[in-house]
């Protein structure tokens, strides 16, 4: 069944046209600095201004495949919040929900720098008391955004703004659940864990998302890594304790079953997607991915992607896009899990060759891609 072409450019994608957006997500969206003179941060002069944001990027890539998109922030109502909803408009994603903060309100920032081997790459945040930390409750209209929402998403990052910013209350974590309230029967609810402990402590989080994990979510996206740290949980024949020193070898399909088997049983989701990135050295990275739902379908990437790397960040959240991509044009749970990590490596290898963190890939590249990679074939190979 592997060695089966996709051909996603032909797709019927009719279901969804004439009604309001089919996936609805909403965070974060932070202006990027990126040196472009090739100096540090401490000493350039010269900045590259990009916008990025978990989200954001899922919300554009989706949108780029044909899905009928929104995508809901806070931000100020100046330049820079003007540019987050244009750029979004631009990529035909729906913007009517936008919360619009007073002009003087900070956007978040994120002043990222470029490592090359040996040197790794460096970010700073500048998150604290953002716009888009303050969105809460009584903002949107959750009935209207939802109304044909077949799949409501967000992240771990949006829910630790709070504690970045020192609030007694988590705001975005609030409005979540007040559009739970709202959600029309049938939107399956999707999370990507995305911890950042620069955010906020392990405690923190696992108090935050463990009930959003047992009480509402449908499909989860994280990392082995992540699950260990907070949860304890180990893999087949590797420990938690194994995981998060780094100490293990290769996962083996019975390690990855065993891990969303036990994912399954403790928070009763449907569907656990895993994402494995092999970082060789700044420039090249390897890539593969599986998921798994609660029939027992599982499907893992036929081989181990290499990617000659150009900028990583948005690379997981573009797999995202892709895999639900997969979960929402699928007939079926098992061919929407084959198809979905399928078009999700295709999708995000393109993307990582691309400088910034959005994903500015058209339908015939990563149809192309993924030709490619069916003719050529391929084992999968781990040093």
Known sequence: ??????????????????KGPAFVTFGEVMVRDTPADDERIERTRLVRLSMAGSEYTLAMGLSRLGIPSSFITRVPDNPYGWAVRDIAREQGINTDHIVWAP??????RYLYELGRTPRPTTGWYQRMYSAASKFGTGMVDWAAALKDARLFHTSGITFGLFNHSGYERNYCLEAFYEAMESKPEGCMIGLDFNYRSTLWSKDQAVEAMTPILRDHVDYLITTIEDMALLYGMGAGQYSAEQIVKGDFGHIEDDDLKAFMHDIHERFKTKVV????????????????????????????SPAVRSIVLWDRLGGGDTWNAGFYYGLLTAEDSGEGLRKGVLVGDAFTCLKQ????D????????????????????GRRTVR
């Open 1 to 18: 069944m592997a060695s089966t072409p996709l051909n996603i450019v032909a797709d019927d994608l009719s279901s969804f046209k004439g």
């Open 103 to 108: 002009k003087t309100e900070p956007i978040g």
């Open 273 to 300: 997607a895993v994402t494995i990135r092999y970082p060789d050295s700044f420039e090249q990275h390897r890539w593969e991915s599986a998921a798994m739902d609660t029939a027992g379908n599982f499907f893992r």
């Open 353 to 356: 060759t691309l400088m910034f």
């Open 358 to 377: 959005l994903p500015i890939v058209t339908k015939d590249e990563v149809q192309s891609l993924l030709r490619t990679y069916t003719e050529g074939g």
